[in-house]
């Protein structure tokens, strides 16, 4: 069947068994020496943003080619570490650094580069190309392929034992943003095998079989939610707001960077191209998880069929399942067509819907949706206190007054916050993330079922 096939052949898709769309192994530290030029810059990229020296760094750079990267994994950190690169030109090379660092990214806007050197754009379109996701920064290059273990013994599921490899700003803070998604993602990774093994248990009309992979479904939904809050234990809300966020930024209708940004070729040439920045939408196991479970997106008042989940206007995609089909963009290519392939085939939903009185059934699928909602819920808290509140704040009372990075004051700094008006904030995905998931939250609860008794 499609489904055996399909748990047979995970690594066409790069897909783990334990952890999901993490790697196996985990990321490779360090490339061949051919690419040490490479590796100099992004090991050192925190310190020649604060100086204001990486654009000089980068300019130094040969040009290299990207043929001898001989393995995913090879050009998985090369993606990486390129990426890296040019989010660091992009956004951290501010005429006033100190101020860039604690200033969202529209105060310093005359100051923005609109172009990427051909020693960085030509090697990462290449290498971006070959792993069928764009040449910019995205979840993956950040969150799913640049941790390393502290302790290789211990597990990838805990935040503790995690560190991420490069930063813009070598702060904990940083770092502690990045590795928390990454422990995530590798507690749901065990989520993806219940869930085909489920839809292999429904083709061969299992009811029991079904019940028992929904209700590891929702262990493992459990899991992750004390997860989420981690995210206060070592990031502080307006050091992401201020420091962090603007590296995260996208070049898609942008009023900063309306073209976009310009790539230039070796050829003297290049083309303008549009990208949203990094977010967690662009996660391939949460499009995976309402996939399995038939949670679809809708636009708000759709008309739906009480005896299926048909759409009167199915022509007319709802915002969220635009942006939701728009972030597959920014999935690697196999988890991308991994997703399409269980688009087709999900079957999970409509076959508890076939059996109303199988009471066990219903309870173990209304209970994944309630872990999901519960993941959702904790979500918009997150995103409430490190984006919404600190965006609320005219003067940021809890700015750290010495430079992280210069390790000196920042007196200038704090003058010309005084009085700084804030405008409403966008997710790093160009989205109003509030609004969005608060969205998505309301379409997970409408996706239970209630039957009537």
């Known amino acids: 069947s499609w489904q055996m096939s399909l748990l047979d052949n995970l690594n066409r898709y790069e897909i783990s068994e334990s952890t999901g769309f993490l790697p196996a192994q985990s990321p490779l530290h360090r490339l061949p020496t051919y690419y040490s030029p490479w590796e100099t810059v992004g090991s050192s990229l925190p310190q020649l943003i604060a100086t204001k020296t ?7 750079l040969p040009l290299l080619s990207t043929d001898a990267l001989k393995s995913v994994p090879e050009a998985r950190r090369a993606y990486v570490v390129l990426s890296f690169i040019a989010s660091g030109l992009l956004f951290g090379s501010s005429d006033n650094v100190d101020v860039y660092f604690y200033v969202r990214v529209h105060c310093v806007k005359a100051n923005h580069p609109q172009r990427l050197p051909y020693t960085i754009s030509v090697p990462l379109s290449s290498v971006a190309l070959r792993l069928g996701i764009p040449p910019y920064s995205t979840f993956a290059g950040q969150n799913l392929w640049n941790y390393r273990l502290l302790s290789p013994s211990e597990s990838v599921t ?38 085909l093994h489920a839809f292999e248990a429904v083709s061969r009309d299992d009811a029991m079989a079904v019940e028992n992979h929904l209700n590891e479904i929702a262990a493992h939904l459990r899991d992750l939610i004390p997860v989420l809050p ?25 009023s900063e960077l309306p073209r976009g940004i310009f790539y230039e070729n070796e050829h003297g040439g290049g083309t303008w191209q549009q990208f949203s920045g990094p977010t967690a939408a662009q996660s391939s196991l949460w499009q995976f998880i309402d996939l399995a479970l038939g949670v679809k997106h809708r636009s708000t008042g759709t008309v739906v069929n009480e005896e299926d989940d048909v759409v009167e ?22 988890h991308r ?45 997150i995103i409430s206190r490190y984006i919404v509140v600190p965006s609320r704040s005219a003067k940021q009372k809890s700015l750290p007054t010495v ?15 005084e009085g700084q008006a804030t405008t409403a904030v966008a997710g790093t995905g160009g989205s109003s993330p509030m609004a969005f998931l608060k969205q998505v939250r309301d379409e997970t609860q409408r996706t239970l079922i209630h039957v009537e008794k």
């Open 54 to 60: 990486l654009q000089n760094a980068v300019d130094g």
């Open 158 to 195: 805990d935040p503790s034992n995690l560190v991420a490899q490069l930063t813009f700003t070598d702060t904990p803070d940083e770092s502690w943003f990045f590795i928390v998604l990454t422990a995530i993602e590798a507690r749901g990774g065990p989520i993806i095998m219940h869930a």
């Open 230 to 254: 981690r995210m206060y234990e070592q990031c502080n809300p307006d050091m992401f707001f201020n420091c962090i966020r603007p590296f995260l930024s996208g070049c898609k209708a942008s």
């Open 313 to 334: 206007h199915p022509s007319v995609l709802s915002e969220e399942e635009c942006l939701f089909l728009q972030m597959r963009d920014y999935m690697p290519g196999p």
């Open 337 to 381: 067509h991994f997703l399409q392939r269980v688009t087709q085939e999900a079957n999970i939903r409509a076959y508890v819907r076939a059996y109303p009185n199988n009471q066990d059934l219903l309870a173990a699928y209304n209970n994944c949706l309630d872990r999901l909602i519960e993941v959702r819920s904790k979500h918009l808290q």
């Open 403 to 417: 430079n992280p990075i210069l390790g000196r004051p920042d007196t200038e700094l704090n003058k010309r916050m």
